[in-house]
């Protein structure tokens, strides 16, 4: 089984929403039984809340689902996940940083890297401040990216 964890920061928006995106299209392939997901922030501030209400509608209006309560990344989440996918620049390098200069920076991506239309070092953008239309363009992005990334693990 592959195991990948999606990360942001508070882990109420941008990874529940790609979490939720990956877990769709893995059931949609048929592939429940070798891909597990699931999602962290690198920071505490929403600890065991639910995700953005507004994160949940705009997937729920897709068919999707993203649920579960917000935790944070520890380090030894990198023995449980084989992928450790960030939603930008800064928490890659916040993981980086709890990494150290083990063999778990190997495991470190950002999302968007497998986005084959998206530019080098791509992030998904924070829609927490902004409006309904930052959670659609969230899910577009994660949709792109999640394709790229299931492709790459059916490879």
Same mark, same amino acid.
């Given at each position: 089984?592959?195991?990948? =964890?999606? %990360?942001? *920061?508070?882990?109420? =928006?941008?990874? &529940?929403?790609?979490?939720?995106?990956?877990?769709?299209?893995?059931?949609? !392939?048929?592939?429940?039984?070798?891909? $597990?997901?699931?999602?962290?922030?690198?920071?505490?501030?929403?600890?065991?809340?639910? @995700?953005? &209400?507004? !994160?949940? $509608? /705009?997937?729920?209006?897709?068919?999707?689902?993203?649920?579960?309560?917000?935790?944070?990344?520890?380090?030894?989440?990198?023995?449980?996940?084989?992928?450790?996918?960030?939603?930008?620049?800064?928490?890659? !390098?916040? +993981?980086?940083? *709890?990494?150290?200069?083990?063999?778990?920076?190997?495991?470190?991506? *950002? +999302?968007?890297?497998?986005?084959?239309? !998206? @530019?080098?070092? /791509?992030? %998904?953008?924070? &829609?927490?401040?902004?409006? &309904?239309?930052?959670?659609?363009?969230? *899910?577009?992005? =994660?949709?792109? /990216?999640?394709?790229?990334?299931?492709?790459? +693990?059916?490879?």
């Amino acid at each position: 089984m592959t195991r990948v =964890c999606f %990360v942001c *920061l508070g882990n109420i =928006c941008r990874s &529940p929403t790609a979490e939720g995106v990956m877990r769709h299209l893995v059931e949609a !392939a048929g592939l429940g039984d070798e891909i $597990a997901v699931d999602s962290a922030g690198t920071g505490a501030w929403h600890v065991g809340e639910p @995700p953005d &209400p507004r !994160a949940v $509608a /705009a997937a729920a209006r897709r068919g999707i689902r993203v649920e579960g309560r917000a935790r944070r990344f520890e380090p030894g989440d990198f023995t449980r996940f084989d992928l450790v996918l960030a939603m930008d620049r800064s928490n890659r !390098a916040a +993981l980086m940083r *709890l990494a150290g200069d083990g063999p778990e920076l190997r495991k470190i991506a *950002l +999302l968007r890297d497998f986005d084959p239309d !998206a @530019p080098f070092d /791509a992030e %998904v953008p924070d &829609p927490y401040y902004g409006g &309904p239309d930052g959670f659609e363009a969230v *899910l577009d992005i =994660c949709e792109a /990216a999640c394709r790229g990334l299931l492709e790459h +693990l059916r490879r």
